[in-house]
């Protein structure tokens, strides 16, 4: 089946984030980095047999954007090894670049000299991979778009269905209003006061119990639901510290049990 590709940046971003999942390192198989650099950023994707470990893109400062094509393709590399060196160091590495000069060993330059001594310390093999097999990478540096689709007005969108996740202040205050026996709580109980919260340009008054956003009863169990979905399933206790970060009601030890399995003790 052919997907249509779809036009709002909103609907792609929530594409990417529920198919586009990272996979964990398996130290015991080398990594591949797949690199490319344009003349205003660079992008670096790190994988494992096809399935992504890591991505890595930026833009190129204004002393960047005036090296070398050589220099940039290789601060690529560089960027990366040094980002991710936690897991990179000692591991046997791919390196694919679409620059055929970074597979020689030629120094044209101190700082591409400087660059070469660092690379080593990882001793990563250096492959030459035409830029149209080079997708990802090529994707995060070069990336088309349309601009129609990325206005400050699109950004600045606040969700209004409750169904969207993560939820809005909007959508979390229009709900808070409406559940009288949080209302209550809040007029009642000295742990609950009103607190600010200000995104895209727009501030809402939330009711808040120690400083943490008091969720109204409607939201409770999609809220968890999603939290569980989005962290791959976890057990009660870790899915039960997450939401507790930014999140609280009474009875939501009861709610995550329902959605979220318990921790298996091995004796």
Known sequence: MVR????????NKKI?????????????????????TSNLQLGTVISQSNKPIAFYSRKLNPAQTRYTTTEKELLAIVETLKEFKNILLGQKINVFTDHKNLTYKTHNSA??????????????????????????????????????????KQFALEKEDINEYPLSYK?????????????????NDKEYSLRTYTTAGRTRTLITKNNKIAVPGALQEP?????????????????????RQHFIWDGLSTTVKKYAPPAIRVN
């Not at 249509?4 to 609907?11: A, D, F, H, L, N």
């Not at 529920?18 to 490319?36: A, G």
């Not at 035409?130 to 994707?139: I, L, S, T, W």
Request: glycine share 2%; with cysteine.
């Open 4 to 11: 249509k590709t779809p036009k709002s940046v909103r609907y």
């Open 16 to 36: 990417i984030s529920c198919e586009t999942l990272l996979s964990c390192p398996n130290f015991d198989k080398p990594f591949d980095i797949h690199t490319d």
């Open 111 to 152: 700082r591409v000299m400087r660059w070469r001594l660092l690379i080593e310390e990882f001793g990563p093999e250096i492959h030459y991979l035409p830029g149209n097999k080079n997708v990802v990478a090529d994707c995060l540096s070069r990336l088309e778009y349309d601009k129609n689709d990325v206005t400050p």
């Open 171 to 187: 959508i979390i205050m229009k709900y808070q209003q409406k559940d009288k026996a949080l209302l209550k709580k809040a007029k």
């Open 223 to 243: 809220l968890v639901q999603w939290y569980h979905k989005q962290l791959c399933h976890p057990g009660q206790t870790r899915t039960e510290l997450t939401v």
